[in-house]
């Protein structure tokens, strides 16, 4: 077991932030972790990395109790923040380089360690490179190189890609997923992204200071519904009667279109057009509607998750540093 | 590749002890104090600025206010003043060096070092030496110009002055750490050379002497460290009033303590 939260809480004066969760993480586990702002998210996070006291309960990370043994934790995890850390004025090895001092890396292996992770995440020939010059997507890399050096058990993802465009994200996603393969290691992350979510094996849902939900992606799509398809016909009336009766059950009308419901969508959508092309009928369009992640996070929330993304003044701010403006 | 890597640093081994009960980690301390060293020549115009302004007010001061002003125990006012000089040396960059915490802080790399399993005082007594040592540095490019107002160096009168000036590094920075500690927004930052360092600098004898000034004065220059570094560096430079040196030193000494301990209780808040 890498992380075990057991009745976990923690107050800001008569404000109860995380109101009591249980938590289990498996090890080689993809662990994500959403919820709207002010769920109580980053507080779990913050007590879970040894940054923050709990209130009450206990939680242990790769077997150390994060209270009492809170340098052996920090040493067994790997944090990337979602707000950049680095520094900008020194070279990436420099610092990868700092990293290892403060996590006292053994000197001899250092220089190996270095080539090693900046080579997982692409950036080999980039080592002497001040940070400056490097792309958003090279410098989130770099933070998930430097999370890694010091060979944690666990790697915390704080909303890896927020604020990068769609092809970066998907490259960071790539070496973040590369690292799932080859070492087997727990990842425990934050996203806004839905699609994000989808790589995890397990997602936990948190609100109001609860976890609302755990479980798989498909189990928990799969609570709010299932597939819908819509087909699109030259005689909705005959369509409706021939459905009904091939599927013994009733399905609705909607203008020219009629509309099933199925646990497989797509092999409903084959049955529907092959028993209405049968009947006769013309067959103009067809589109199948699977439950997502983002029903399922309204479904349990009422809230969309895009809404609640970071603030747009956070998001102004890491804008404005990504792009150097606010100089030092 | 890195899973045959022995695991160099897991958990089990020595370093995984509670590293919060040791209240310090040098290496920690090592490589703040490293990176703030690097920062400083990345940073050369910085360096240049910090320089110009040094020779700046040594040539407006030194060579404008000479005529004006008779000698001041047997010195030359350029000769009085070119140890001021090296003072505002240390007490503009010492106090910049320990409050880029701050911008630490607002851009992020702080948070590398408060989740690293290294104690808070690591970053405190990191901070204040890397900034001792960057501002002694730059002290130690001014001591140059020595001769430019007739300060005669010997080797002896070098080494006295660079640990004074260090020691006065060390004060100031302490002061810087506390001010960073204490600031959380770094819209203010502009205003604390206004009201800190100008103040600081201008009250500190390091422009006039000392002797004969209003009382009201005398407890300004009483309470402000940088009094006793001016001293301690004039002392050892010029000769002048040398006796107080280790008295200075001490005080010097004793403040930086101060300010460590306080520092270290603030940053205890954090997060």
Known sequence: ?328 | MIETQPSTNAPTNTSGRDIHFFLIDPEGIAMIWRRDIVRLWRQRSRLFGSIARALVWLFALGFGLRGSLGSIAGFSYEQFVFPGVIAMTIIFSALQSAISIVYDREFGFLKEVQVAPTPRSTLVIGKCLGGASSSTIQAIIVLIFAPFASVTLSPLNVLGAIVAMFVTALAISGLGVVIAMWITDFENFGTLQNFITLPLYMFSGAIFPTRSVPEWLHIILFLNPLSYGVNAIRGMLLGYEVASVPYDMIILILFTLVMLAIAIIMSRKEV
């Open chain 1, 1 to 328: 077991m890498t992380i075990e939260i057991e009745k976990l809480t923690r107050s800001f004066g008569s404000l109860q932030a995380v109101k009591g969760i249980d938590l289990h993480v498996e090890r080689g586990e993809t662990f994500g972790f959403l919820g709207p702002n002010g769920a109580g998210k980053s507080t779990t996070i913050k007590m879970l990395c040894t940054l923050l006291r709990p209130t009450s309960g206990q939680a242990r990370i790769n077997g150390y109790d994060i209270e009492r043994e809170s340098a052996q934790v920090r040493h067994s995890i790997g944090i990337v923040f979602q707000d950049p850390t680095l520094d900008e004025y020194l070279t990436a090895e420099q610092n990868l380089y700092y990293h290892c001092m403060l996590y006292h890396t053994p000197r001899e292996h250092r220089a190996e360690r270095i080539h090693e992770v900046l080579q997982l995440v692409g950036l080999a020939d980039r080592q002497k490179d001040l940070v400056k010059t490097f792309s958003g997507g090279m410098k989130r890399r770099l933070e998930v190189a430097r999370g890694l050096l010091h060979d944690p058990q666990t790697l915390f993802l704080d909303e890896p890609t927020v604020g990068l465009d769609p092809q970066t994200r998907r490259s960071v996603w790539e070496y973040v997923l590369r690292l799932r393969e080859s070492r087997g290691m727990t990842i425990f992350m934050t996203t806004h992204y839905m699609d994000e979510a989808e790589y995890c094996d397990r997602i936990a849902i948190m609100d109001h200071g609860h976890i609302v939900a755990l479980d798989t992606p498909a189990a928990l799509k799969h609570m709010v519904g299932q597939d819908v398809v819509r087909v699109t016909t030259s005689d909705a009336e005959r369509a409706v009667a021939e459905a009904e009766h091939w599927l013994k059950k009733p399905v609705r009308r909607d203008g020219d279109a009629i509309l099933a419901e199925g646990e497989n969508g797509q092999s409903l959508a084959a049955g529907l057009i092959r028993q209405l092309t049968l009947a006769d009928i013309d067959v103009r369009d067809v589109n199948v509607t699977a439950p997502t992640l983002e029903d399922v996070f309204v479904h349990l929330t009422g809230r969309a998750i895009r809404d609640e993304g970071a603030g747009s003044t956070e998001r102004m701010g890491a804008r404005l540093r990504s792009r150097g403006r606010l100089r030092r």
